[in-house]
């Protein structure tokens, strides 16, 4: 389905990609696609909210790899995340897929989330857009050019929004002040913010 993103659309600032990729899909090899509706960006040793921040390990040596591949982690011991790798080899920066509308694949992607309260929960947050997708941790590293691993990202030509949503980013202590956050206005699928976070910023 689809041919994927070229590797230098990910070469670039991830506050720059990262408000690109809303209406972007992505795509696995069973057919599931979601459109991008949620996004944030981290930006490495100048984020103190990066996973990048204190420079490379063995758990985020993929951020400081080459553009376009597949950072996965294991967040809160609960659920796994997904982000693109931006910018050139070793910046470590990228972006935070937070939020799809499934649209493809849409029985495979109910049955992937389990018994839910609705259909804005299939892919609304982080933890929730990599169960629908089947997304884990031998994920990391995938070539998102290539399709190396079955998934990847396309352009079906839905533009991203002229005027896209811009708040600080989610569930961080850190690096709270930036608007990093950037999602598709009006879209059910995009994650709900608690009060108790609304009143903080």
Same mark, same amino acid.
């Given at each position: 389905?689809?041919?994927?993103?070229?590797?230098?659309?990910?070469?670039?600032?991830?506050?720059?990609?990262?408000?690109?990729?809303?209406?972007?899909?992505?795509?696995?090899?069973?057919?599931?696609?979601?459109?991008?509706?949620?996004?944030?960006?981290?930006?490495?040793?100048?984020?103190?909210?990066?996973?990048?921040?204190?420079?490379?390990?063995?758990?985020?040596? #993929?951020?400081?790899?080459?553009?376009?591949?597949?950072?996965?982690?294991?967040?809160? %011991? /609960?659920?796994?995340?997904?982000?693109?790798?931006? %910018?050139?080899?070793?910046?470590?920066?990228?972006?935070?897929?937070?939020? /799809?509308?499934?649209?493809?694949?849409?029985?495979?992607?109910?049955?992937?989330?389990?018994?839910?309260?609705?259909?804005?929960?299939?892919?609304?947050?982080?933890?929730?857009?990599?169960?629908?997708?089947?997304? #884990?941790?031998?994920?990391? %590293?995938?070539?998102?050019?290539?399709?190396?691993?079955?998934?990847?990202?396309?352009?079906?030509?839905?533009?991203?929004?002229?005027?896209?949503?811009? #708040?600080?980013?989610?569930? /961080?202590?850190?690096?709270?002040?930036?608007?990093?956050?950037?999602?598709?206005?009006?879209?059910?699928?995009?994650?709900?913010?608690?009060?108790?976070?609304?009143?903080? #910023?």
């Amino acid at each position: 389905m689809g041919v994927p993103l070229p590797r230098d659309f990910y070469q670039r600032d991830p506050r720059v990609v990262a408000p690109a990729l809303l209406n972007k899909l992505v795509v696995v090899a069973d057919g599931r696609a979601g459109r991008i509706v949620e996004v944030e960006a981290y930006c490495g040793a100048a984020d103190p909210a990066a996973h990048t921040y204190r420079g490379k390990t063995q758990r985020n040596a #993929t951020m400081f790899g080459p553009a376009g591949h597949l950072y996965v982690y294991f967040s809160y %011991g /609960i659920h796994w995340c997904a982000n693109t790798v931006c %910018g050139g080899v070793g910046e470590g920066v990228g972006v935070l897929l937070r939020a /799809i509308e499934p649209v493809q694949c849409v029985d495979a992607i109910r049955q992937a989330r389990g018994h839910l309260r609705g259909d804005r929960e299939l892919g609304s947050g982080p933890g929730r857009l990599a169960q629908a997708l089947g997304i #884990t941790g031998e994920l990391n %590293g995938a070539d998102l050019v290539a399709r190396d691993h079955g998934i990847w990202l396309m352009d079906d030509g839905v533009p991203p929004p002229v005027t896209p949503a811009a #708040t600080p980013r989610i569930g /961080i202590s850190k690096g709270v002040e930036h608007p990093w956050r950037w999602h598709v206005p009006g879209n059910l699928h995009v994650s709900k913010v608690r009060a108790a976070y609304q009143r903080r #910023t």
